[in-house]
Each structure stands twice: as C-alpha cells, then as structure tokens.
C-alpha cells in the first residue's frame, strides 16, 4: 500500500504544479483550488509513504514521477519543445524511478 500511495501521490505532485502554472500566481480561482488541493493530496501521501519507505528512495521517487509528467504535460501542451533528447531524459529518469523501486 505504501507505494501504491507514492505513486499516486507524485502524479499529484504533478497536478499541483500544473495548476500553480495555471493559476497565473494564484489569481485565478479555479487552478488555485486545484492547487491546494493537489498539494495536500500530495504531501499527505509522501509524507505516509515515508513511513514505510526510506526517505532517499521516498522522495527521489516522488519528484521523479511528478518531474516526468510534469516535462511530458509541458511538451504536448507546446509549452516546452520537444526534443529526442528531452524524451530520452525523460525516459532515463522513469527507468531511474523503476530501478529505486526494483532495488528496495
């Protein structure tokens, strides 16, 4: 259960940082609740998954999953560019994810 909920918790990780981008520095409603929202649902899982998870691997894996979708948002919204490289990166930091897990 612990890393069913740090995965869970990185994709809000990722949806936290999609709406602060959104909220226009909290000014816009909506994206704002999304935020907070997004956030507590975040640090609530990370901070249960470290409890059963070692700290190091527990949040390497948090940012990572949250870094990747983030960076993968960012590019099919056309608000990064997209580069072969940029995707072998990406790909990189997924198996270096995959990797922590496979070696707790």
Known sequence: MP??????????ESVWAIALD??????RLIPTVVFVIG???SM?????AMK??????AYAIWVGIGAAITAVYG?????????LIR??????LVAC????KLVD
């Not at 995707?87 to 990189?92: E, R, V």
Request: aromatic share 6%.
């Open 52 to 57: 059963h998870i070692p700290i190091g691997t």
């Open 39 to 41: 956030l507590v649902a």
């Open 3 to 12: 890393w069913f909920v740090l995965v869970i918790s990185g994709i809000c």
């Open 75 to 83: 590019m099919l919204s056309g608000e990064d560019a997209v580069s």
């Open 87 to 92: 995707i072998l990166l990406i790909i990189g």
């Open 44 to 48: 609530g899982g990370l901070s249960y």
């Open 22 to 27: 959104r909220s226009k520095g909290l000014s």
């Open 97 to 100: 994810v995959i990797g922590l």
